[in-house]
């Protein structure tokens, strides 16, 4: 906090300023002002922000004040004197509160004594106009602050008066004026101005500073050509147009300053000035620019007087008042420093002329870290356009170190560390990502730029992307890896057969050293009587032909002769001109020696296989012979088979029907013992007679020779369910069946495994709980398929599945139930032959598939046909 007295005297001179800008009257008073008797302290301790904010005051042909430190200590420029009045020079120095007690006092301070609020000041000239007064606060490092305030001169008055004016003659005398700042500038005038045929009614003041306003832009971004100014009127409106030959606007900026157009609110100065004195007029503000060749500006005010304040209307025309004296110092020295600029940066074209023309990704930082120029190869690089003089350091998108892991913060990236170490940066690699996901290896080497006096302006950095070499590097090594552990000799020679390389496979099948050979002709391992094979490869090689397994002898270093495979291609060099040859050698001795042992082989396994084709032929023969004896064998049995049934069967018929007219008749003398005995023997019969069929089935499936059609398992079900539609009534059996598929089946094979499968179902009920009998199927995956035995895994199966909630059984007994003859269960409890599933596997045998059981005691049994989809 400074506590120097706010009074100073006008004494000692300031060494430090003396390099300020001269500024006038006020220039000399700041440079002899006694500044150690404030609070700003001696001016060569100020800041190098004060120092500079002074400096811009200056410089500045319009009213600048500046508002410093805790007490807000006022410095001001020559062109704020007319409006201190009397205050002027003591104001110099003085703190703000002082000055203008009752503005200051009005601003609420901050915790550190400067207005948390800017002051909007608002002075009078002694014409009565005012300037109005915009305010920016400042802060060095040392957290000194401060306001500087840019004034802007307003009309006279609280409110603008309308006169009735020659608009053609006022402006044209305003145009007049400019003639020095044209001839000094180098530039042509050109002036249209139309007799009005209407009356004008402007206020003279502010269509002054409009005119004065779009001169001074044009002039200022011209630096060849001219200026033409225009004024007509089109219908019910004036235009004045105001065309130059500059630099003109980009579209993007010429956008933002049409966006700034809608608010004048915001902004007091250059354009959005113009554009708020015309809507005074109730008039408009048109802009049209071609970048590199030109700015329109046209602005357009109704005619007459019908659309302003009738209060604001002066109808007698008064002399014209003369005011644009007082800019034209001003507006004569924007227009230099805005030329001057515009020169620096035109001839800084060139400078981007030759970073465009770079091959190489370049691009200049300030000394700060903000990019300023760059050119198409860094954009390229980067996958982005950056934003000049905001994106900081470098425009990648996102840096990381070699390994594309690490990341890398843009602030400590090799620009970052040339400019804040102040010398260049050499051996460093990075790896930029581009914002599609791409990245880039690239070898950065930025620079530090000084000027004449040594400070740090900058740095420039060129970005050199080694992706591509970095990638053939890699491919060289790993060839170099391959040929150096191949098993293969691996050689190469010039055109005239001289031995460039050798590997150390080559050394082994040969025996030589590479030293021994390099730079000897390949004639070295070439025996005598093969010497002419070398022309013939090196014609086919001159040609760019590749001589792939050529078997031919070399020698080695011992004199000893081995076999060997050749693939020889063509070495070319970057224009594709052949200029060598690499040659791949691999020992076939072993091959050779192989192959003579396969052939010796050969020999005598064309004798053996000429015995065992005798042999082959006999064993033939003889199976012919005995398949012809088991096929008769065969019809015999089956014969025997249908004739043992058919005279099995009447005597059994004969023993049941008998035995059963000796119950009926006399059934009332008969002794129950008698009785009894009669029903075992036709029980037996009727068994025995069941046995004998079901066995007789049995053994038709032994050579079975029925067509597989396709057919629908649900009509097969259909007509089984029929069959024991009276017995599933009695038992009040649930029958729960699903769709089934279409299958190539035999239905009458078909038809019995329905009717064994659901007749077992049935009979082995459980008293324990009603019946339900569940039929449905489903395709089995490949996994499943594999794990049932015997089955072919490349097929496709279906699985057709019975189930109930009867008796159920073991399932150690699962593989027994279908043998034949087997059972589980008491004969006397439930009848059957023990045939019926040995049945229905033989069945599903015939048809390429199994059946599997699955069983729970006194839970129920699942019996599952799996058939060839």
């Not at 594309?404 to 790896?431: F, H, N, Q």
């Not at 025997?640 to 005279?647: E, G, I, K, L, N």
């Amino acid at each position: 906090m400074m506590n120097a007295p706010t009074k100073a005297k006008l004494s000692e001179p300031a060494a430090a300023l003396n390099g300020f800008p001269p500024g006038g009257e006020t220039g000399e008073l700041i440079r002899s002002f006694n500044w150690a008797a404030t609070p700003l302290g001696s001016a060569d301790q100020w800041s190098q922000s004060l120092k500079t904010c002074v400096q811009i005051l200056l410089s500045s042909a319009h009213p600048m004040l500046l508002c410093w430190g805790n007490e807000s200590i006022l410095i001001y420029n020559d062109a704020c004197r007319e409006l201190l009045g009397n205050q002027h020079p003591l104001s110099m120095g003085q703190p703000a509160v002082t000055v203008w007690p009752a503005l200051w006092s009005a601003a609420q301070p901050s915790p550190e004594g400067a207005p948390a609020n800017v002051p909007q000041l608002q002075l009078v000239k002694p014409d009565g106009s005012s300037c109005s007064f915009n305010g920016s606060p400042v802060k060095d490092d040392t957290g000194d602050t401060g306001f500087l305030f840019m004034g802007a001169t307003q009309h006279n008055g609280n409110a603008p008066s309308f006169v009735k004016t020659d608009l053609t003659v006022f402006t044209r005398e305003l145009l007049e004026q400019l003639d020095p700042v044209i001839r000094e500038s180098g530039l042509t005038l050109v002036i249209n101005l139309d007799t009005l045929p209407e009356d004008v009614y402007i206020d003279r003041d502010i269509w002054e500073q409009i005119v004065l306003s779009l001169l001074t832009n044009a002039l200022s971004y011209t630096l060849q050509g001219g200026v033409a100014v225009r004024l007509t009127q089109e219908g019910n409106r004036v235009m004045l147009s105001v065309a130059d030959t500059g630099i003109g606007i980009t579209p993007g900026l010429l956008s933002e300053i049409r966006t700034a157009l809608q608010e004048p609110a915001r902004y007091r100065r250059g354009l959005n000035q113009v554009n708020e004195g015309l809507l005074v007029h109730g008039g408009e503000l048109h802009i049209d620019s071609i970048p590199a060749q030109g700015t329109t500006c046209t602005v357009s005010i109704p005619a007459g007087y019908a659309h302003l304040p009738a209060s604001q209307i002066l109808h007698n025309p008064a002399a014209v008042h003369k005011a644009y004296h007082g800019y034209l110092p001003g507006m004569a020295a924007d227009i230099r420093r805005c030329r001057e600029k515009l020169r620096l940066q035109h001839a800084g074209t060139h400078y981007r002329q030759l970073l465009e023309a770079l091959p190489a990704a370049v691009y200049t930082c300030d000394k700060e870290g903000r990019v300023l120029l760059f050119n198409n190869a860094a954009v390229n690089l980067w996958g982005r356009t950056p934003v000049a003089g905001s994106d900081m350091w470098c425009g990648s998108w996102k840096i990381f170190e070699p390994d594309g892991i690490t990341p890398v913060e843009l602030d400590s990236c090799p620009m970052a560390e040339a400019i804040k170490g102040g010398k260049p940066v050499r051996g460093k690699v990075i790896m930029v990502e581009r914002p599609d996901g791409t990245r880039r290896l690239v070898q950065p080497y930025p620079d530090p730029l000084f000027d004449s006096a040594g400070n740090l302006e900058g740095a420039v950095n060129m970005l050199v992307d080694i992706t591509d070499q970095k990638n053939a590097e890699e491919h060289i090594f790993r060839l170099a890896a391959i040929v150096e552990s191949s098993d293969d000799a691996i050689i190469s020679k010039t055109l005239e057969g001289i031995i460039t390389s050798w590997n150390p496979a080559a050394e082994r099948l040969f025996g030589y050293k590479a030293e021994e050979v390099k730079g000897k002709p390949i004639t070295i391992i070439i025996p005598e009587d093969r010497l002419e094979e070398e022309p013939k490869i090196i014609e086919q090689l001159r040609a760019g032909k590749r001589v792939e397994h050529f078997e031919t002898k070399r020698r080695r270093k011992n004199g000893e002769l081995i076999d060997i495979s050749l693939t020889i291609s063509p070495i070319k060099d970057i224009h594709g001109n052949v200029i060598g040859a690499s040659k791949i050698a691999r020992d076939i001795s072993q091959q050779q020696k192989m192959f003579l042992a396969l052939q010796e082989s050969e020999a005598q396994y064309m004798q053996l296989a000429v015995r065992l084709e005798a042999m082959v032929e006999q064993r033939t023969k003889e199976l012919v012979e005995a398949n012809f004896f088991l096929e008769k064998s065969n019809r015999e049995l089956e014969q025997f088979a249908y004739v043992t049934s058919h005279d099995l069967q009447e005597p059994l018929r004969k023993i049941h029907t008998f035995a059963g007219m000796l119950y009926n008749v006399n059934k009332d003398i008969l002794s129950d013992t008698s009785r009894m005995y009669l029903d075992k023997v036709m029980h037996s019969a009727k068994r025995m007679s069941m046995l004998i069929s079901e066995l007789l089935d049995y053994s038709r499936l032994i050579h079975v020779k029925d067509p597989f059609v396709e057919t629908d398992l649900n009509e097969i079900l259909k007509n089984v369910l029929t069959d024991f539609e009276v017995l599933i009534d009695r038992q009040e059996v649930t029958i729960a069946a699903e769709e089934l598929p279409r299958l190539a089946v035999s239905p009458l094979q078909m038809n019995q495994l329905f009717h064994n499968l659901i007749g077992n179902a049935i009979k082995f009920v459980s008293p324990a709980r009603k019946p339900l009998i569940r039929i449905y199927a489903t395709p089995l995956s490949h996994e499943e398929v594999l794990a049932l035995p015997g089955l072919d895994s490349t097929l496709n199966y279906c699985a057709i599945i019975v189930s109930d909630n009867g008796i159920g059984f073991d399932q150690v007994y699962a593989e027994k139930i279908f043998q034949i003859f087997q059972r589980l269960n008491d004969r006397t409890t439930y009848e059957g032959t023990g045939i019926g599933l040995a049945l229905c596997n033989k069945i599903a045998l015939n048809h390429k598939g199994g059946i599997y059981a699955t069983g729970v005691p006194d839970a129920g049994a699942v019996f599952k046909v799996v058939l060839p989809a």
